[in-house]
């Protein structure tokens, strides 16, 4: 098992920044990579950013990009995903997401979720 915990986010401007934290714990040792989705009202949970556990390989959704970098510091089975930029479409429920083995199985694992509104 591995449980995940979310923090940061909260309110912030329009061209504003925050920064998001995932701290994983448990099996982590099991875990392949963390990702960060997000969910606004009305819309379908889509994939944010995901970094790779083994060679810290990076991908980004194109709305994203350039703006919002995710990192990780394996020493505190922390991930991060700075946010810049923001624009009011970016405003949701930030989910960390961990992919981690389960025996001969994948499994994913969920945080409760950060909320980050931007305001002009």
């Known amino acids: 098992q591995v449980q995940l915990v979310e923090s940061g986010g909260g309110l912030v401007q329009i061209g504003g920044s925050t920064r998001l934290s995932c701290v994983a714990s448990?099996?982590?040792?099991?875990?392949?990579?963390i990702n960060w989705y997000r969910q606004a009202p009305g819309k379908e949970r889509e994939l944010v950013a995901g970094i790779r556990r083994d060679d810290d390989d990076t991908t980004y959704v194109d709305s994203v990009k350039g703006r919002f970098t995710i990192s990780s510091d394996n020493a505190k089975n922390t991930v991060y995903l700075r946010m810049s930029s923001l624009m009011p479409e970016d405003a949701a429920v930030y989910f960390c997401n961990a992919v981690a083995w389960a025996g001969s199985d994948a499994r994913f694992y969920w945080g409760q979720g950060t909320q980050v509104t931007v305001s002009s």
């Open positions: 448990g099996r982590t040792e099991s875990i392949l990579t």
